[in-house]
């Protein structure tokens, strides 16, 4: 049974520049979260999505999007990146029946700004 | 805001030694969760508190939940080289998990 996977693993890029990164839930699980953690810090949450739709969204600006597809792989996209968006992104998958908000977290993709 | 505070921030030991990781909030939490993260990795769920005062124990590992529900602490016995990593705390608010700073714990051989 395969885990949460993203990708990709490693990324840079530079100031003002959009990025996208993937992510693929855990078998059965239907709803994805994402996280940013920067370095020395625990993970932030971004926003959580649940059939299709954006449910929940954490401090962010607007220049954090994402999407979610039918088969419930979900996308974060990132406009107009700034140095500060620097950090490792974390996409944590979890089933709306299961009880406590159980997420299973997956490798992350560390994105780098220059 | 919900804010969650983890001491020590950094804690070094030899193989053999306890400790002990706090995690405070002034807010109250439904649920609280501890997670251990080791470097290229994402956060692996330990263990999910639910009841004020409830205690849970996972081999070497004991978590407790305080009696209001505002903190949690994670006791290890005999601590090993595996255990390296990073402790982080998180409290369940409605669809989202709150993170503390986390905890580096080194074990030493």
């Known amino acids: 049974d395969a885990g949460v996977t993203q990708s990709p693993t490693h990324l840079i890029k530079t100031r003002g520049q959009q990025v996208t990164l993937r992510c693929s839930p855990k078998s059965g699980h239907d709803t994805v979260s994402w996280y940013q953690q920067a370095l020395g810090q625990g993970p932030q949450f971004i926003f959580q999505?649940?059939?299709?739709?954006?449910?929940q969204r954490g401090n962010f600006p607007d220049r954090f999007s994402g999407h979610q597809f039918p088969n419930y792989s979900s996308e974060l996209n990132v406009n107009a990146l700034l140095l500060g968006d620097s950090a490792l992104y974390l996409c944590a998958s979890s089933s709306d029946r299961r009880p406590y908000n159980e997420q299973f977290f997956g490798p992350g993709t560390r994105l780098t700004v220059l | 805001t919900q804010l969650l505070e983890q001491s020590p921030q950094f804690l070094s030991i030899q193989e053999g030694e306890n400790l002990t990781v706090y995690c405070n909030s002034s807010s109250v939490f439904s649920s609280l969760q501890w997670y251990r993260q080791e470097p290229g990795e994402g956060p692996v769920l330990l263990v999910t508190?639910?009841?004020?005062?409830e205690v849970k124990k996972l081999k070497r590992l004991t978590f407790q939940f305080g009696d209001a529900r505002k903190d949690s602490s994670l006791h290890i016995t005999a601590a090993q080289p595996g255990d390296t990593g990073l402790y982080l705390c998180?409290?369940?608010?409605?669809?989202?998990?709150?993170f503390g700073a986390g905890t580096i714990l080194r074990v030493k051989s």
């Open positions: 998180a409290g369940i608010y409605g669809n989202k998990l709150v």
């Open positions: 999505y649940y059939e299709e739709e954006e449910r």
């Open positions: 508190v639910v009841t004020g005062g």
